[in-house]
């Protein structure tokens, strides 16, 4: 299955993504999940009179849930993975790891994940649980949420794009 190049997360209202992230961490869901997989979930805690009326008429002045995810299946197709709507953002531990990188006074050009990586392999982790930027117990798993970042948006990925402001 092609993955969709472009940042479609940006599209999906707060509430269908909230949806679509409780779908993608449902531990009693093995196969990955695809909007047609979270339509048809959503579709089913629908009364059936309710059913029809929301096929006949659009009574909500809002999109509804059904209606957004029918426009991102007529546009992505029913096996579009859901987890390509969801926003991701790095954790607020990661986040200032990547502020780090991008402060750098040596660095040129905005880090990209791949090196946000690398300085994580190059002890900047230690290096902030030091100087008391992070806890120790926060320094564990960095790499592994690097990775997943990497693994879904690419090792080419400005970092930068990613950080959780809180």
Known sequence: MIRNSIDVASRVSPRLAALLDSRINDPDIEQPITLSNVRHFLADLLPADFKEAEHMHHFDVDVSMLD???GLIEEYGDS???LDFVPANASEQL???IEAVVNDENRENPPTLAQVREALIDG???????EGVLDEDEDDMLLSEIDALIEH????????GLVRYE
């Not at 900047?124 to 030091?130: D, I, P």
């Not at 948006?153 to 930068?160: K, M, N, Q, R, V």
Request: aromatic content about 8%.
């Open 68 to 70: 957004e995810l029918d």
């Open 80 to 82: 579009a993975f859901a």
């Open 95 to 97: 986040s200032r790891v």
């Open 124 to 130: 900047l982790g230690a290096r902030l649980v030091g």
């Open 153 to 160: 948006f690419g090792a080419d990925t400005l970092a930068e």
